[in-house]
């Protein structure tokens, strides 16, 4: 995967957040993104799998392993890995996050220079598995 482009779904209810992760994983990482508001609206795009979902935690409607449940409910995405992105990123929480099946957690405030090798970094980490 290193001369392709990483594919990433982002999805983050925040619009300033996610502006401002969008520039750091596109224009700062040479990530290839698709940014959605909510994870219903994710379902209802029917996206392509991408090579990795980074999800918020705490969205109203749909939190992000809610999300996450829904998403490895549908043949598409099962296989798709996933890491969350939370401000609550406490030992307990973090634990809690990997079990509910991400491979990984980003603490918020992120850095948006890093952002970008974080997710590569856990997805390499996960794919060395």
């Known amino acids: 995967m290193a001369t392709e482009q990483l594919r990433v779904i982002y999805v983050d209810d925040e619009d300033d957040i996610r502006e401002v992760a969008l520039m750091s994983l596109e224009d700062v990482g040479g990530l290839a993104v ?11 795009a029917n996206a392509p799998a991408p090579d990795v979902f980074l999800l918020d ?9 809610e999300l996450l449940k829904r998403l490895k409910a549908c043949p598409d995405y ?6 969350f992105m939370t401000a609550k990123a406490h030992p307990a929480e973090v634990e809690s996050l990997v079990g509910a099946g991400a491979i990984g957690v980003i603490c918020k405030p992120f850095d948006p220079m890093t952002l970008a090798d974080e997710v590569r970094n856990l997805l390499e980490s996960y794919e060395r598995r």
Do not use: E, K
Request: charged residues 10%.
């Open 34 to 44: 698709t940014a959605f508001s909510s994870g219903q609206a994710l379902l209802d």
């Open 57 to 65: 935690v705490m969205m109203p409607g749909m939190n992000g392993t």
């Open 78 to 83: 099962r296989a798709v890995p996933a890491i």
